[in-house]
């Protein structure tokens, strides 16, 4: 639960609440509770929200996503996401995308990470929604389809994508990657 402290700085606290019910079936508070306590501090990362654009040899040179985040997620992670952009061309990858910064282990994805024996910690991982038209054709209808396990990691203004599915199968490296730059604010 965001608060904001004397300071005018947004901090986040988490709640216990637990419930007791009665012989008649009544539901009361436990003894002492709610309780707050301080959150885990968020690792954001440095994944940098905004429109980005792609390189000009994919999508026919009009490949374009909007990032946004971080939002909270338990254990101190945050969730970033992204969509292609209204201009971008329709063979643009991911369409869609989420990943969660923090520990492997504390991510949504853990069990499937494990089971393609990902262990990686230079990217931070998430899925892929909607995936691309067929027509698009070649690797990216087979390596960004909905579902594909994606890593994501930002570097200064660019941020790159790589995908770790093919064809539905997941694999422990990427089977193919793009990069996207931070396009400047427009006034």
């Known amino acids: 639960m965001p608060v904001v402290n004397a300071a005018g700085q947004t901090v986040y606290q988490d709640i216990t609440i637990q419930f007791d019910a009665d012989d008649d079936g009544n539901l ?19 994944f940098q929200p905004g429109k980005h654009q792609g390189p000009k040899n994919a999508a026919n040179g009009k490949a374009a996503i909007a990032v946004s985040g971080p939002g909270v997620v338990s254990g101190g992670s945050t969730a970033w996401s992204s969509t292609t952009t209204s201009d971008a061309d329709a063979c643009s990858y991911p369409v869609s995308a989420t990943w969660y910064v923090g520990p492997l282990e504390n991510n949504p994805m853990a069990a499937r990470l494990k089971k393609a024996n990902i262990t990686s910690t230079a990217w931070s991982y998430g899925i892929t929604g909607g995936g691309i038209a067929s027509s698009c054709g070649g690797s990216p209808y087979f390596n960004w389809g909905n579902g594909a396990i994606v890593g994501v990691s930002q570097t200064a203004n660019t941020i790159t994508f790589a995908s770790f599915t093919n064809n539905s199968f997941d694999k422990d490296s990427p089977v193919d990657q793009i990069t996207f730059t931070l396009t400047p604010p427009q006034n």
């Open 28 to 46: 009361t508070l436990s003894a002492g509770l709610p309780s707050t306590s301080p959150s885990p501090s968020l690792l954001t990362s440095s």
